[in-house]
């Protein structure tokens, strides 16, 4: 039988304000966010789970605590980054009793901004950087590599994480448009800013290229020099490229460009191999 949610709360009071010790503790369920994601209700159920250590303080009645338990458990997708600043917000208006309706629709309106803001952040920006730096150490056979890409990219979200849950709790509904007053601009930064650090990286690291020598007495014919006299990594770039027009013009997904470039390296190698030369270094 479906619980019915009333319009508001039984009990009116506005609740004491949360310790520091509850907010962290919801801060660190938060990374649970997703561990019952699924395509009826999104991250409900991880939300609630972030949340319910907040929402008992705060509903002391248990008709209020079912209520309020329930309209969270209503369907939820944000990112899972930066999912302690909707939570910080909800739960100021809980402690407050505002009416179920307000609560329901600022969690909509809260959650949805932070997908464009948060993949701008993090999947264009902070993992390039980061993988940058340790892929460099990566390839010098520096074993801390991949433990400084985890601390970096796990410190920068979690100081982020906490620090959300602090400020939008305390500022409440405003945080709405402190943070979206400038999203577009600051989306648009970040994602140039990826654009740029992941282009450095194709032409830093971009290590294709060709190995064919052309005999020619006591000085063969390098290609590789050739192409490097017109334009150094021409081939990481031409492939890059190639990528782009697939993905953007044709519509390919980035398996099919994965299969190609596989289908790419092992064609040549056999081809280099036949031929008794390195076609691809």
Known sequence: MAYNIPEQYKNLTPAPNLDKATLNKMAWRSVFL??????????????????????????????????????????????????????????????GKADIQTIRAVRVAAMGPLGGIGDALFWFTLVPITAGLSANLALDGNIIAPFLFLAIFNGAQFALRFWLMHWSYRVGTDAIGLLTANAKEFTRSASLLGVFVVGALTC????????????????????????????????????????????????????????????????????GHYFGVTFWA
């Not at 949340?51 to 990112?79: C, Q, R, V, W, Y």
């Open 34 to 95: 997703q561990g019952s994601f699924n395509f009826e209700r999104m991250q409900a159920a991880g939300w609630l789970y972030s949340i319910l250590p907040g929402l008992e303080k705060i509903h002391t009645d248990k008709d209020d605590l079912a209520a309020s338990m329930s309209h969270n458990l209503e369907f939820f997708n944000t990112h899972p980054f930066l999912v302690t600043f909707v939570m910080g917000i909800v739960l100021s208006l809980e402690q």
């Open 204 to 271: 830093l690291y971009g290590g294709t290229s060709l190995g064919i020598e052309i005999a020619n007495g006591d000085s063969p014919i390098n290609i590789q020099h050739i192409l490097d006299g017109i334009l150094p990594k021409l081939i990481p770039l031409s492939i890059t490229m190639l990528l782009y027009w697939l993905l953007a013009k044709k519509k390919w997904t980035p398996i099919q460009c994965i299969g190609l470039l596989l289908a790419i390296g092992i064609i040549c190698a056999g081809v």
